[in-house]
């Protein structure tokens, strides 16, 4: 959907974002599963991070819809949120869920009570446990329709909600 050369991926594929610290906390073993087990899976997963010594990555490395690019700066990470369609964050909070609304990602979100203080269902997909997010990652990554209308949800609550210089403004003054 959006420009992913850099990447090598096809444009006219869904690139998905999952960055961290991958652990079972994240529920990062959880997703790459999944995928796994979908026979064709209409979508690239871009990995950007470290994995914990509990998941053994070297499982999933061969995989034609897994892109494993490691530790990544902040500036590296913005160029592929801005590449990406989907941020999927399945498992504990992170503030780069901030940075991927407003690089116009469509989120995938734990339903976090935090989460839920700012985005309502209109706004991202919830996944609350594994058949929510196996659901995701075989159906709704096919809707082109249902993804865009999420990422521009998402970024208008982001405009609103997440612009810190906006809301120290409104405090602070």
């Not at 995989?63 to 590449?83: F, N, T």
């Not at 976090?112 to 919830?126: A, G, L």
Request: charge should be positive; hydrophobic fraction near 40%; charged fraction near 25%.
């Amino acid at each position: 959907m959006k420009s992913d050369n850099f990447l090598k991926i096809d444009e006219k594929e869904i690139l998905i974002c999952l960055a961290g610290k991958f652990n079972f906390i994240k529920k990062t073993k959880l997703v790459l599963d999944s995928i796994k087990e979908i026979k064709h899976f209409s979508a690239t997963l871009v990995l950007v991070g470290s994995f914990d010594n509990q998941i053994n990555l070297n499982k999933y490395l061969g995989h034609p819809k897994i892109k494993y690019l490691g530790w990544k700066s902040m500036d590296a990470l913005r160029e592929i949120l801005v590449a990406s369609d989907i941020y999927l964050q399945p498992g504990s909070q992170s503030i780069i869920m901030q940075e991927a609304a407003c690089m116009r990602n469509a989120l995938v979100l734990y339903p976090h009570v935090n989460y839920k203080n700012i985005f309502s269902d209109d706004d991202v997909f919830y996944v609350e446990n594994s058949d929510q997010l196996k659901y995701f990652l075989h159906h709704e990554v096919k809707n082109y329709e249902s993804i865009n209308t999420k990422r521009e949800a998402s970024y208008q609550v982001a405009k609103i909600k997440l612009d810190n210089h906006k809301n120290f403004s409104e405090i602070f003054n």
